[in-house]
């Protein structure tokens, strides 16, 4: 069995729901362009969101078929992308992450900053901090991707596209033009990847 | 007949009839303090005491604490509506970013 | 030209709806079937889709639309989950009986106490004997493909009867996978459109569900009865239509992986299936001669096709996604009718039952590990200790 690459993403209820998704299916977009074997998808128990609580979105990325397709959650994480800064303060965000793993968070602040929030930072081999929210604008939420619908939005137009190219900064799990490949907003990919700060721990 | 009986790790064991204790006061398997990307700063100074806040806030996260006279704030339940902040005839309410308070920390391992 | 999509279980069976040209569709909403309806009333309010998109007030009355609108010439197409499905159950015989086909889309949730959105078979098992045809998709392909088939097979002048379309709930409705959407012309070749043979027609008037007399109550019954009897025959042959039409592969009631060399096999339905296949795979890189034998219709019950595919092997195991609360084997329900099907046999093999996936709990391959052992035991003994294991709560 191929170790399966575990990707969660974390994003504010509501008005990140949409973003939150679009970011999971350009990272699982993104790897099966590469000829991965992917799947993206929603905590199923995070669902209905109300606004503002901490959501979960998942992708896994592996070399072959995904045998652990119906595991409710990405119990360890390799990757944990943080949508919301705040949100670092209330959840252990790398709950279940193999040491090694990586952070990338959209915020103003800094690395340094943000590492005092996160008392098991030990975890980590890097952190990378891009503003995300400064490079895309916002985008109206819409509703149409959850609980199994089909997307109607544009994949990757607001703040998921420079953080898909701050994740591929980070990982290189994916490659960058194939994030650019699959996102709406191919200049907020390359803007995030460039603007991202990688830390190494 | 059987003589059957059930293991149930312990972890995993529910009540019968999934029958639990409600809620009195505060709810701790139901914090809903990581909600919040900011928080409302209180200037005691500024406070008429007018109670407003205890009024209208959806979670009594606001209450007057008799002994100090003052208003006191719940950060384990407060989910940062900031509608206690548009309330505030006096203006003694602010919202601040919620990493501007290095203390505080509402840490769970799952949301709800 | 046919075009491949990621689709959820739900937006599968959405299309589905949509490939079939449904004209009634009638929602309530709960999770985790929601997500169809959601498509569905997108669909149609951008005008790709001309139906006529009904809320019921309730599963009651979303059903009753379902079959009001089947009684008025329409294909309907209606949906639940849950306790959702329960809380219809006065309206399954009355569609059933009235031989209304409509369908139902079923995307199973554990029934209450306490709220569970997980998956576990339980909800619309429990209307297996009202006299829809039943059966339960693997994959979101399953599901589309079952979509149209049902619709086929239950409006067939031979059949006239409803059908629940089941896709377990979160594993297959809210995980996506690849699905191939036909040419509009291929389906429409495929399924004819439904004509109901008295429709509600003012210009003919008709009266629907008249009272009788106690004695006349059987004559009512061996229609149903005789329309079940019919019904594997037109199976088979939508089926087979349907294979040769779009490409697929699927076998009428029961699907073998293999099985040719196998002492014990799994026999399953709905989406565990994927791992159970997975599980196989890995018992026969270290020796064990497992295989695995799906399910795809419990109404009507294949009792043939289980007594043959399962009668080769040495022994079965049924994985149980559903409870029977004090039946016979004291766990779920598919082992009844499986040793039923066996019984006759001069040579069966040993039968015994895995309570697994309840409440939405995932079948790892861990626990089908555990069922291979505990098979192989009974394949080498030819017996089992007992009818029924519950995974993960056996005392030692």
New interface residues.
């Given amino acids: 069995m191929a170790e399966v690459k575990q990707v969660t993403i974390w994003a504010r209820g509501v008005t990140q729901d949409m973003e939150g998704r679009h970011l999971s299916l350009l990272v699982a977009n993104s790897a099966d362009k590469d000829g991965k074997f992917v799947q993206a998808w929603d905590d199923y128990a995070d669902l209905p969101d109300r606004v503002g609580v901490p959501l979960r979105k998942y992708a896994r990325i592996s070399e072959e078929e995904i045998e652990m397709r119906y595991e409710y959650e990405n119990k360890q994480p390799n990757v944990v992308i943080v949508m919301d800064d705040t949100i670092i303060k209330g959840m252990d965000i790398l709950h279940g992450m193999p040491k090694g793993g990586v952070l990338v968070v959209n915020s103003k602040r800094s690395a340094d900053d943000l590492l005092k929030f996160i008392p098991n930072k030990e975890l980590l081999s890097s952190i990378t901090v891009v503003d995300a929210s400064g490079i895309a604008a916002d985008v109206a939420v819409d509703f149409m991707g959850s609980e199994g619908g089909v997307e109607v939005a544009a994949v990757g137009k607001g703040i998921s596209a420079p953080l898909a190219g701050a994740a591929s900064k980070a990982t290189g799990l994916l490659k960058l033009e194939s994030v650019v490949a699959v996102a709406a907003n191919k200049e907020g990919v390359k803007q995030g990847a460039e603007a991202a700060k990688v830390k190494k721990l | 007949m ?1 003589d ?6 312990k972890h995993l064991e529910v009540p019968m ?2 029958v639990i204790p409600a809620p009195v006061k505060e709810n701790p398997g139901m914090i ?6 900011e928080r409302p700063v209180i200037d005691h100074e500024a406070c008429t005491l007018c109670l407003n806040c205890f009024i209208f806030c959806p979670d009594a996260c606001w209450h007057l604490d008799e002994k100090t006279e003052k208003m006191m704030w719940n950060a384990r339940y407060c ?3 900031m509608i206690c902040v548009n309330e505030c005839p006096a203006d003694c309410l602010t919202p601040q ?3 501007d308070f ?1 203390k505080g ?8 | 030209m046919a075009k491949e999509v990621f689709y959820s279980g739900c937006a599968a069976a959405a299309y589905g709806a949509k490939f079939s040209r449904v004209e009634v569709i009638s929602s309530y909403p709960i999770r985790p079937y929601t997500g169809i309806m959601m498509e569905l009333s997108k669909l149609v309010a951008n005008g790709d889709l001309d139906a006529e998109f009904v809320h019921g007030e309730g599963e009651h009355a979303q059903v009753s639309i379902a079959y009001g609108a089947s009684a008025a010439g329409a294909r309907a197409y209606t949906g639940s989950s849950g306790v959702g499905v329960t809380y219809a159950m006065e309206c399954y015989s009355p569609a059933a009986g009235g031989r209304l086909p409509c369908q139902m889309a079923i995307a199973d949730r554990a029934l209450d106490p306490p709220g569970d959105f997980g998956s576990e078979h339980t909800d619309v098992m429990s209307a297996r004997d009202q006299g829809w045809i039943m059966g339960w998709a693997e994959t979101p392909q399953e599901v589309f493909d079952n979509t149209i088939m049902y619709y086929r097979i239950g409006e067939d002048p031979r059949v006239m009867l409803p059908q629940f379309c089941c896709q377990d709930g979160y594993f297959v409705s809210h995980i996506p996978g690849k699905v191939i959407l036909p040419d509009q012309k291929a389906v429409d070749e495929y399924l004819p459109p439904y004509n109901n043979p008295h429709p509600l027609d003012p210009t003919r008037p008709v009266s629907h569900g008249p009272q009788i007399f106690p004695d006349q109550g059987p004559a009512i019954d061996l229609q149903r009865a005789q329309a079940f009897l019919d019904t594997p025959k037109v199976i088979a042959e939508a089926v087979k239509d349907f294979n040769k039409q779009f490409g697929r592969k699927y076998s009428p009631f029961v699907e073998e992986y293999m099985t040719d060399d196998a002492d014990i096999a799994f026999f399953i339905m709905g989406g565990h299936a994927r791992t159970a296949r997975f599980a196989v795979n890995h018992l026969r890189k270290k020796g064990v001669k497992a295989g695995m034998v799906k399910l795809r219709f419990v109404r009507p019950w294949p009792t043939e096709a289980v007594a043959e595919a399962l009668s080769k092997f040495k022994a079965v195991g049924t994985i149980e996604t559903s409870t029977s609360y004090g039946g016979a084997m004291r766990g779920g329900n598919l082992i009844h009718e499986v040793r039923a099907s066996l019984y006759d046999l001069p040579k069966r093999p040993a039968v015994t039952s895995f309570m697994a996936g309840l409440g939405g709990e995932v079948v790892t391959l861990n626990e089908f590990y555990e069922m291979a052992k505990i098979l192989t035991e009974a394949a080498k003994s030819g017996k089992v200790k007992k009818g029924v294991y519950w995974l993960g709560f056996e005392p030692d």
Avoid: H, M, Q
Avoid at chain 2, 32 to 37: A, I, K, L, P, S
Avoid at chain 2, 105 to 112: A, C, E, N, Q, S
């Fill in positions: 059987s059957f009986k059930f293991k149930i790790p009839g999934a809903t303090g990581n909600w919040r990307t989910k940062g509506c970013n919620e990493l290095p920390v509402v840490r769970l391992d799952k949301p709800f």
